[in-house]
């Protein structure tokens, strides 16, 4: 694991992250509410499952 390590982060000479390969926390991969102050994927799920519901019930 340290060898890949190193392959895929050349500069962390140590292997430090051998244990976590999956750090990235770039803008791209990062949560969005840390970024771009967004909610979450599952909050936006959550939105739209709650409008629904509202709708079914109001149409009742």
């Known amino acids: 694991m340290k ?3 190193i ?3 050349p500069h ?4 430090r992250l051998a ?3 999956a750090v990235c926390s770039c803008h791209a991969c990062g949560n969005p509410r ?3 102050n967004e909610p ?3 909050e936006r799920r959550f939105e739209v499952k709650a409008r629904d519901q509202e709708v079914n019930i109001a149409e009742l």
Not at 12 to 15: Q, S
């Open 3 to 5: 060898a890949r390590a």
């Open 7 to 9: 392959r895929i982060y």
């Open 12 to 15: 962390d000479k140590t292997a």
């Open 19 to 21: 244990d976590h390969l």
């Open 34 to 36: 840390r970024h771009f």
């Open 40 to 42: 979450t994927m599952q």
